[in-house]
C-alpha cells in the first residue's frame, strides 16, 4: 500500500466531513428548489387548485377520448402501442376499478362498468412528494404536485408510493414514440417519472387546463379555497366522491358519479 | 495486508479470473440497459420495482447478520466466535457493495446519482438508507481491517475500535429497519402496510445472514488450511435456527391477519404469490418451493440430531438460504405490486438482460468475498504454520 493506514483514515475522516459541511450548508442554506414555472401577471393563481369531474357529462366513447387525445398531445405523451412500456397522463377505467372500496354489487344499473376519466389527484398530502430522495416530485404552493423531469433520477419510489397509480416511467426512449410533436412542451428521456401536471405550464399563461377546454363541461377547475369558485359551487350541490380517501392523503380531484335525481 | 490476494493457488486464480468473465458478461448487457434504458428489464407501469430492488432488500439483511457474530463475540465475550466474526465482518461488506450495485442498477438515471447528495430530502427514507447503507459499509471496514491486521501483528485492536464497534450494533439493526421502511410505510400498498414488516426483515436476516457464513465457513475448511471449527459452525447454526422460526412466524401472522379480517386488499397479494389470481400466478410454484425448504430447513435445524451433522447442516442452510431469497428476493417485493391499485393483474417476470446483470452484481460481490476472505485466511494460515495461533 502506497498510502499508510493512518493517513489513510486522516484523509478519509476529513473528507466525510467535507461531504457533511456542504451537505448542510445545501440543506439549510441555498437550497436548490426544484424547477417551477415561473407565474406571469396574466397567469391563473390559486391557494388551492382542484378537479371536479362530472361524470354524468361523459356519454360517449368520443367524450374520453378527446380530453385524453387533447392532453397527450399537447404534453408529447409518448404512445408504446404496449402495456408494458405505457406512458399515460389521463386515462380511464371502470367505477370498479376506479373506485375498489365503493364494491357495491347493488348500484344503479350500468354504474358499475361506467368509466371514469383519471389522472393525478394532486393530494393534499401526497405520498410520492413525501418519499422523493430528491425532491423531483414537489407541491406546490397552489397545491398541484409537480414533477421536475431533470432532477429525477428514476428510482421510481414514487410508483410504489403512489395508491392511486398515476405515475409513469420512460422506461425507454419516449421520443421515437411521441405521434406528433409539440413543440411548446419539452419532451422527456429515458429513465423518469412523469404524471398529470393540471396544466401548469398553461396556468402560467392564464389558460385552464387543456382537458378542461375540451371536456363539454364534464371537468370543472377551480380554487377549491374560494367558496364562489365554480368547483365550489358544485361539490356544494352535488354529492362526489374521492378516490380512497381513507387513506388520507387528500386527492383534490372530485368525482360526481350519479344523475340529476340523486344531486 | 491486501498484497495476500495477489499470490495465490492455481485454483484460487481461476476462481478470480472466472468471476471476471462473468463481471464482463454482465457489464455488457449493463451497457446495453444502460443505452436502451430499463425497458430491457421485465418491469412495468405497474410491477414498477422487481429483481434488482429485491436483490438490494434480501442482501441488506446478509449485510445486518453480521451481528449476529459481533453481538456474541463482543458483548457476551463469546471467545469461540474470534477466529470467524472476520467472515463475518467481510460479508457484510461484499453484501452492502452489492446492495449499492443493485440500487445503481435499478436507477432510471444513474448518471444523476448525485442528486441524492446535492438536493437531500430527509422526509424520504430513502435518504436514510443511503446513510446508513454507506455508514455501515465504512463501520465494517474500518473494524474488519484493523482488527484483522491487530491480528496479524498479534497486538490487540486499537482501544479507538471499541466504540466503532458497540456502534456497529445498532447500525446492523438500522439498516435493515430502514429498508423495511422503505416499504412498510406507503399507503396503498396493503402487502407491506405492516407494522411487523421490519421484525420479518430482521428475522429473516438473521436466518439467511448465518445459513450463508456457514456454508461459506465449510467451503473455507475445505479449501484452505484454516478450520473455522466445529463449535463456532454449531452456535451459527442454533442462531439460524431460533431465526428462521421467528422469520416463518411472523409470516404466519401476516397470514393470519389478511385472512381472518378477510380485508380484500390485504388478502390479494397472497392469493397471487401463492395461488394466482386472476387466472395467472407465475410465482405461486416459487413460493411454495420456498415454503417446502423453509419447512425441511426448520425440521433438520430444530432436531440436534441432524443439526449436529455438518453434512445436514450444511443442506439445510442452503435450503433455508433459497427459501428466504425467494421470499424477500422475489416474492415480497412483487407480491407488494400485484395487483395494482385498480386490482388490476399485470405480472413479471425478469428478462435475461436483467438476469445476466443480476448474476453479475452476486459475482462482483463473491469477488469481494474471495479477496477479503483470501487475505483473512492467509493471516490465519500464516498463524497456523507458526504456531502462534492464539484463539
Known amino acids: 500500500m502506497s498510502i499508510s493506514r493512518r493517513d489513510f483514515l486522516k484523509l478519509a475522516g476529513i473528507s466525510s466531513l467535507g461531504i457533511g459541511f456542504s451537505a448542510t450548508d445545501l440543506l439549510w442554506k441555498n437550497r436548490a428548489e426544484a424547477v417551477e414555472y415561473m407565474s406571469s401577471p396574466k397567469g391563473l393563481t390559486a391557494k388551492r387548485w382542484a378537479m371536479v369531474v362530472d361524470l354524468r357529462k361523459f356519454k360517449t366513447e368520443e367524450d374520453y377520448k378527446r380530453v385524453i387525445d387533447a392532453c397527450h398531445y399537447i404534453h408529447n405523451v409518448p404512445d408504446f402501442g404496449n402495456l408494458k412500456d405505457e406512458v399515460k397522463w389521463i386515462w380511464t377505467d371502470t367505477f370498479e376499478h376506479v373506485f375498489p372500496f365503493q364494491k357495491n354489487e347493488y348500484l344503479p344499473e350500468g354504474v358499475q362498468e361506467k368509466k371514469a376519466v383519471l389522472f393525478c389527484n394532486h393530494c393534499d398530502n401526497p405520498p410520492c412528494v413525501r418519499v422523493c430522495p430528491t425532491q423531483a416530485t414537489f407541491k406546490r404552493k397552489d397545491g398541484i404536485v ?69 371536456s363539454n363541461g364534464g371537468l370543472i377547475f377551480g380554487d377549491l379555497s374560494d367558496p364562489e369558485s365554480e368547483v365550489r359551487k358544485i361539490l356544494s350541490k352535488h354529492y362526489s366522491l374521492r378516490r380512497k380517501a381513507e387513506l388520507g392523503t387528500r386527492p383534490s380531484v372530485f368525482y360526481i358519479i350519479g344523475g340529476d335525481e340523486d344531486a | 495486508m491486501l498484497e495476500k490476494a495477489l499470490t495465490g493457488s492455481r485454483r484460487y486464480w481461476g476462481w478470480i479470473f472466472f468471476l471476471l468473465a462473468v463481471i464482463g458478461v454482465g457489464f455488457i448487457f449493463y451497457l446495453r440497459q444502460f443505452a436502451y434504458g430499463l425497458g430491457i428489464t421485465g418491469m412495468s407501469r405497474d410491477v414498477s420495482w422487481g429483481l434488482y430492488i429485491g436483490q438490494f432488500t434480501f442482501l441488506v439483511g446478509v449485510a445486518a447478520s453480521a451481528v449476529m457474530l459481533v453481538i456474541p463475540y463482543y458483548l457476551h465475550d463469546f471467545k469461540k466466535f474470534g477466529k470467524i466474526v472476520i467472515l463475518g465482518e467481510f460479508l457484510a461488506v461484499a453484501a452492502v457493495v452489492m446492495c449499492m450495485l443493485f440500487i445503481m442498477a435499478d436507477m432510471g438515471q444513474p448518471m444523476r446519482v448525485m442528486n441524492l447528495v446535492l438536493h437531500p430530502s430527509p422526509k424520504s427514507i430513502m435518504f436514510w438508507d443511503a446513510i446508513v447503507l454507506n455508514g455501515y459499509l465504512l463501520l465494517n471496514i474500518v473494524i474488519g481491517w484493523n482488527t484483522l491486521e491487530a491480528d496479524r501483528k498479534e497486538v490487540p485492536p486499537p482501544t479507538w475500535l471499541k466504540p466503532l464497534i458497540y456502534l456497529s450494533i445498532p447500525w446492523a439493526i438500522s439498516i435493515h429497519t430502514v429498508t423495511a421502511f422503505l416499504y412498510a410505510g406507503l399507503p396503498g400498498r396493503p402487502f407491506w402496510l405492516s407494522a411487523i414488516m421490519a421484525a420479518r426483515f430482521l428475522a429473516s436476516a438473521f436466518a439467511a445472514g448465518p445459513a450463508l457464513l456457514i456454508i461459506l465457513a465449510l467451503i473455507v475448511r475445505k479449501l484452505t488450511k484454516f478450520d473455522p471449527g466445529k463449535e463456532p459452525i454449531q452456535a451459527l447454526g442454533k442462531i439460524v435456527t431460533y431465526a428462521i422460526i421467528a422469520s416463518t412466524f411472523f409470516l404466519g401472522l401476516e397470514v393470519f391477519t389478511a385472512f381472518y379480517s378477510k380485508i380484500p386488499g390485504h388478502m390479494a397479494s397472497f392469493q397471487y404469490l401463492y395461488a394466482g389470481l386472476d387466472g395467472v400466478g407465475k410465482l405461486v410454484p416459487m413460493m411454495w418451493l420456498s415454503t417446502i ?40 417485493i412483487v407480491g407488494g405490486f400485484v395487483p395494482n391499485p385498480f386490482e388490476r393483474v399485470t405480472e413479471y417476470w425478469p428478462t435475461l438482460p436483467e438476469t445476466v446483470i443480476t448474476i453479475g452484481v452476486w459475482a462482483i460481490g463473491l469477488l469481494v468475498l474471495t479477496v477479503l476472505y483470501k487475505v483473512a485466511i492467509s493471516i490465519r494460515e500464516a498463524q497456523i504454520e507458526s504456531g502462534s495461533n492464539t484463539h
Not at chain 1, 421510481?156 to 422506461?171: D, E, Q, Y
Not at chain 2, 433438520?300 to 439445510?316: D, G, H, Y
Request: hydrophobic share 45%; charged share 20%; proline share 6%.
Open chain 2, 293 to 332: 425448504l423453509a419447512v425441511v430447513a426448520i425440521i433438520l435445524l430444530v432436531n440436534p440430531n441432524t443439526r449436529k451433522n455438518e453434512s445436514i447442516l450444511a443442506f439445510a442452510c442452503v435450503a433455508a438460504f433459497i427459501s428466504l431469497w425467494i421470499d424477500k428476493g422475489l416474492g415480497l
Open chain 1, 146 to 214: 409537480a414533477q421536475d423531469y431533470h432532477r429525477c433520477i428514476g428510482c421510481r419510489f414514487c410508483m410504489a408510493a403512489c395508491p392511486f397509480g398515476s405515475r409513469s416511467f420512460n422506461w425507454r426512449d419516449p421520443r421515437p414514440f411521441i405521434k406528433r410533436l409539440y413543440p411548446k412542451f419539452p419532451t422527456r428521456t429515458k429513465g423518469v417519472v412523469e404524471k398529470c401536471n393540471f396544466c401548469v405550464e398553461r396556468l402560467a399563461k392564464g389558460l385552464g387546463p387543456k382537458c378542461v377546454e375540451v
